[in-house]
């Protein structure tokens, strides 16, 4: 990858053709113990708008869109949620056509975690419709026991697991992640080149979006770890940069700041 001062440069002198891509939790917020309680950090609160009148700016993330929306709560953005299974359209939620078979399966799920539950305390779970989330961050004893029960759902109504910081997710077999969405947004908005930060092993798929870009040619990637105690080994290990927490994030948007 290009010397930094270098990338920066190209973003700054070219934004309107170089996208800036963030996750939420844990990279513009502060990580909380429960999903309510992360909020948008108050540097990126003041940097972002800035960056939005020049940049296409997109914040992609786990949450529903219409959560993560309203926790940035700034206009000029675009927000995808569930992990590119929805976005908003103006003030409109849209769930990615492909997601909707799924429904019925996932509700099947549902209802049937809940009962599990009842007898599991300290499992918590995160229901996003198109995605049932099992936390096991109150519970690390339960990490095999929660893994287990959505395994076996998985298997038995046709949906798939995927493992997150302390969680395990129940999702529809459909091939949209982070980095799907990152590559169908480059190629509709045109990208030269994209930035894409976040801490956890979602954002793995993001970083992998960039280098299919990258591959394809005439796009350049900048892959950012955000680092924690908690980050997964697997992000630092493929990240072109790392960064020390939001802090840290919002001292490197700073600088692609055109004025
Ligand atoms: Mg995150």
Redesign the pocket.
């Known amino acids: 990858m290009k010397d930094e001062s270098l990338w920066i440069q190209d973003f700054r002198h070219d934004p309107r053709r170089s996208g800036i891509f963030l996750?939420?939790?844990?990279?513009i917020s502060a990580i909380t113990p429960t999903p309510g309680g992360a909020v948008l950090h108050p540097r990126a609160a003041e940097i972002l708008p800035d960056l939005a009148r020049f940049y296409p700016l997109c914040v992609l993330s786990?949450r529903r869109v219409t959560d993560v929306a309203s926790l940035v709560g700034l206009a000029h953005v675009h927000y995808v949620g569930v992990h590119g299974m929805e976005w908003l359209e103006g003030d409109e939620p849209k769930m990615d056509p492909e997601v909707l078979p799924h429904l019925p399966s996932l509700d099947r799920a549902r209802s049937e975690l809940l009962e599990s539950l009842a007898d599991l305390p300290g499992l918590v779970l995160e229901d996003k419709m198109l995605t049932l989330t099992l936390h096991f961050r109150e519970a690390p004893h339960l990490e095999e026991e929660a893994v287990r029960l959505a395994e076996n759902l998985a298997l038995r109504l046709g949906l798939r697991t995927k493992r997150g910081r302390m969680a395990v997710e129940l999702r529809p077999p459909v091939e949209i992640d982070k980095g799907t969405v990152i590559i169908r947004l480059a190629r509709g908005w045109g990208l030269r080149r994209g930035l894409y930060a976040?801490?956890?092993l979602t954002?793995v798929d993001a970083f992998r979006g960039l280098r299919y870009l990258m591959r394809e040619g005439g796009f350049e990637g900048v892959a950012v770890a955000v680092l924690s105690p908690e980050v997964p080994v697997e992000l630092e290990a493929v990240a072109d940069l790392t960064v020390q927490g939001p802090e840290g994030l919002l001292d490197l948007l700073e600088r692609l700041r055109t004025e």
């Open positions: 996750d939420f939790d844990g990279t786990g976040g801490d956890d954002d």
